[in-house]
């Protein structure tokens, strides 16, 4: 029988296998797929095998789970089965056919510690640091430490520039910020090249290690085990009053370190929650939002949330997300992104760069961001650059950032034949970034209307902003508020339309984009240098310090 013939015979669509979708509740064995009893195990593999390859994840999971009793003892249609699960972030599922395979000798007892690890990080469970409760005292009121993923001077990215600049800040409002690196950071780019400890910019930077491990081939458990134990030394060292930790790879999991360093000493723990990152255990979109992983994480977040004794977030639209997830709105505060003005000013496009570049005569809109989610949506950009070439306008697009997805953008721009107008320029380290800035007549952020594309507040408007450029970003929550009505300008998320009459507005009416411009930079003086965050950061503490005062849930 036919894989359309037993989807049709089971009621599972109306004979258009390509077209079908099951809904979320169709997934459960007993009531699909009883015309496959028959089938033999070599057919339902090749099935699973296929649907997968085709992205057909609930057809192959009804499959699957309709045929498990016949086979849980083939080897080959367990594997297949647990790819589904994988690619579903069924983890609870994907574990027990790992442990059937194990029963059968196809699984090495190290990938199922892994597996058991993985689900263990998104099951409520928190480090437990070795020995009874230790009360630290604190240095003084004013010393912090900070749980970080990665740190200068071995990045310049983003995540550590923001960072990077807010312990700046904090020198200045009197703090003591002292900054721990996760464990076997500093050796994944420096090999032994780094100290242990070692000051940067008059802020004293930790950097956790036990030498040249393979740390990624540890069981996520026992990493962060580990972690807390290596902070747990250190913190001894340091003698903090805080402890503050910002999102990691996945988001909760330095929080979760965090809390084990919580429960052991007693210090009050500040959660920073950079991004939403509970869509991030998959590439595929349709994926991200869906199933066991995506509500795992969202339950430990909210966890993580709700242990701290404070919270901070980057803007208005990721707070107002928190407070509806359920998190006190006194418990949240903001620290948002900013610049440094010094650093990033208004000025001529380098003349070397433009003929480096070839951006001679004509009109230069772009985007500085990693090219590693489909939320920048960069082929939007693409898009609007076809269109405005269609029609005669001299415009090149300038792209800044490196990633996976330049590969799929450049191949966007051969498709629609604009290849010879598009610049693609890798990575720019961020204290040399102005300059690409000031090249740009129109700075288009064209994100998508993804979780963290929503509600995220990006750093690099803020950037574009304070060296003179125009900004126009997609009508989403957390754009909107960096533009405002008067600081920028507004599209409709993947309307490439709307960005090319953007451009002919730009040209046509280059008084008025300048006006605007000057309009943001003057708010990015005033209200987003990054040197405002210090104090921001000090009543923050102050708070988690008078934890007994805010709510706690």
Same mark, same amino acid.
């Given at each position: 029988?036919?894989? #359309?013939?037993?989807?049709?015979?089971?009621?599972?669509?109306?004979?258009?296998?390509?077209? $079908?979708?099951?809904?979320?509740?169709?997934?459960?064995?007993?009531?699909?797929?009883?015309?496959?009893?028959?089938?033999?195990?070599?057919?339902?593999?090749?099935?699973?095998?296929?649907?997968?390859?085709?992205?057909?994840?609930?057809?192959?999971?009804?499959?699957?789970?309709?045929?498990?009793?016949?086979?849980?003892?083939?080897?080959?249609?367990?594997?297949?089965?647990?790819?589904?699960?994988?690619?579903?972030?069924?983890?609870?599922?994907?574990?027990?056919?790992?442990?059937?395979?194990?029963?059968?000798?196809?699984?090495?007892?190290?990938?199922?510690?892994?597996?058991?690890?993985?689900?263990?990080?998104?099951?409520?469970?928190?480090?437990?640091?070795?020995?009874?409760?230790?009360?630290?005292?604190?240095?003084?009121?004013?010393?912090?430490?900070?749980?970080?993923?990665?740190?200068?001077?071995?990045?310049?990215?983003?995540?550590?520039?923001?960072?990077?600049?807010?312990?700046?800040?904090?020198?200045?409002?009197?703090?003591?910020?002292?900054?721990?690196?996760?464990?076997?950071?500093?050796?994944?780019?420096?090999?032994?090249?780094?100290?242990?400890?070692?000051?940067?910019?008059?802020?004293?930077?930790?950097?956790?290690?036990?030498?040249?491990?393979? $740390?990624?081939?540890?069981?996520?458990?026992?990493?962060?085990?580990?972690?807390?134990?290596?902070?747990?030394?250190?913190?001894?060292?340091?003698?903090?009053?805080?402890?503050?930790?910002?999102?990691?790879?996945?988001?909760?999991?330095?929080?979760?370190?965090?809390?084990?360093?919580?429960?052991?000493?007693?210090?009050?723990?500040?959660?920073?929650?950079?991004?939403?990152?509970?869509?991030?255990?998959?590439?595929?979109?349709?994926?991200?939002?869906?199933?066991?992983?995506?509500?795992?994480?969202?339950?430990?977040?909210?966890?993580?949330?709700?242990?701290?004794?404070?919270?901070?977030?980057?803007?208005?639209?990721?707070?107002?997300?928190?407070?509806?997830?359920?998190?006190?709105?006194?418990?949240?505060?903001?620290?948002?992104?900013?610049?440094?003005?010094?650093?990033?000013?208004?000025?001529?496009?380098? #003349?070397?760069?433009?003929?480096?570049?070839?951006?001679?005569?004509?009109?230069?809109?772009? $985007?500085?961001?990693?090219?590693?989610?489909?939320? #920048?949506?960069?082929?939007?950009?693409?898009?609007?650059?076809?269109?405005?070439?269609?029609?005669?306008?001299?415009?090149?697009?300038?792209?800044?950032?490196?990633?996976?997805?330049?590969?799929?953008?450049?191949?966007?721009?051969?498709?629609?034949?604009?290849?010879?107008?598009?610049?693609?320029?890798?990575?720019?380290?961020?204290?040399?970034?102005?300059?690409?800035?000031?090249?740009?007549?129109?700075?288009?952020?064209?994100?998508?209307? #993804?979780?963290?594309?929503?509600?995220?507040?990006?750093?690099?408007?803020?950037?574009?902003?304070?060296?003179?450029?125009?900004?126009?970003?997609?009508?989403?929550?957390?754009?909107?508020?960096?533009?405002?009505?008067?600081?920028?300008?507004?599209?409709?998320?993947?309307?490439?339309?709307?960005?090319?009459?953007?451009?002919?507005?730009?040209?046509?009416?280059?008084?008025?984009?300048?006006?605007?411009?000057?309009?943001?930079?003057?708010?990015?003086?005033?209200?987003?240098?990054?040197?405002?965050?210090?104090?921001? $950061?000090?009543?923050?503490?102050?708070?988690?310090?008078?934890?007994?005062?805010?709510?706690?849930?």
């Amino acid at each position: 029988m036919s894989l #359309e013939r037993a989807v049709k015979h089971a009621g599972l669509g109306h004979g258009n296998f390509v077209d $079908y979708k099951a809904p979320a509740h169709e997934t459960n064995a007993s009531s699909f797929l009883s015309s496959t009893e028959l089938l033999p195990a070599a057919d339902v593999v090749r099935w699973l095998q296929e649907l997968v390859a085709a992205r057909r994840y609930d057809v192959a999971r009804a499959i699957g789970e309709a045929n498990y009793a016949r086979f849980s003892e083939l080897p080959e249609f367990l594997t297949a089965l647990r790819a589904v699960y994988s690619k579903t972030g069924a983890v609870s599922l994907a574990l027990r056919v790992s442990f059937d395979l194990a029963r059968l000798g196809k699984t090495s007892p190290a990938s199922m510690r892994v597996a058991s690890g993985r689900l263990r990080e998104l099951s409520g469970w928190i480090p437990q640091i070795s020995g009874p409760v230790d009360e630290v005292p604190p240095m003084n009121s004013r010393r912090i430490m900070h749980l970080v993923k990665e740190s200068r001077p071995f990045l310049s990215n983003g995540f550590v520039a923001r960072s990077h600049a807010n312990f700046l800040a904090e020198i200045e409002a009197g703090l003591e910020p002292h900054v721990v690196t996760e464990p076997g950071f500093a050796r994944r780019h420096a090999g032994n090249n780094f100290r242990s400890s070692a000051p940067l910019d008059s802020v004293p930077h930790h950097h956790l290690d036990l030498g040249d491990i393979d $740390y990624s081939a540890l069981p996520v458990d026992r990493y962060l085990e580990m972690f807390a134990e290596l902070a747990y030394q250190r913190l001894r060292i340091i003698r903090p009053s805080v402890i503050h930790v910002s999102s990691g790879r996945r988001g909760f999991e330095t929080a979760l370190v965090g809390l084990a360093l919580k429960q052991k000493t007693g210090l009050p723990l500040v959660y920073e929650v950079r991004s939403f990152f509970e869509g991030n255990w998959t590439s595929e979109m349709e994926q991200e939002s869906r199933g066991e992983v995506f509500q795992r994480r969202m339950a430990v977040e909210e966890m993580c949330m709700h242990a701290a004794d404070f919270v901070l977030t980057l803007g208005a639209s990721m707070r107002d997300e928190l407070v509806g997830r359920g998190i006190p709105a006194e418990k949240i505060g903001l620290i948002p992104n900013g610049v440094d003005v010094g650093n990033f000013t208004p000025g001529p496009k380098p #003349e070397k760069l433009v003929k480096s570049i070839a951006l001679e005569d004509t009109f230069v809109f772009g $985007y500085i961001s990693n090219m590693d989610h489909y939320r #920048e949506s960069q082929e939007t950009l693409v898009e609007a650059l076809a269109i405005a070439r269609s029609r005669g306008i001299e415009a090149t697009l300038l792209l800044v950032g490196s990633g996976p997805r330049a590969k799929i953008v450049r191949q966007c721009a051969k498709d629609l034949g604009v290849a010879e107008h598009l610049r693609i320029v890798g990575h720019v380290d961020h204290q040399e970034i102005v300059d690409y800035y000031r090249l740009i007549d129109l700075f288009c952020v064209p994100r998508i209307p #993804e979780r963290a594309g929503k509600y995220v507040t990006p750093l690099k408007p803020f950037e574009a902003m304070a060296c003179g450029v125009p900004v126009a970003v997609s009508d989403l929550p957390a754009l909107r508020e960096i533009v405002s009505e008067t600081r920028g300008f507004t599209f409709a998320p993947g309307e490439a339309q709307a960005i090319v009459a953007l451009l002919e507005n730009a040209m046509a009416q280059p008084d008025r984009f300048r006006s605007v411009a000057d309009e943001a930079r003057a708010w990015v003086v005033t209200q987003r240098q990054w040197k405002f965050n210090g104090p921001r $950061y000090a009543a923050a503490f102050e708070k988690a310090r008078n934890r007994e005062g805010i709510s706690q849930c």
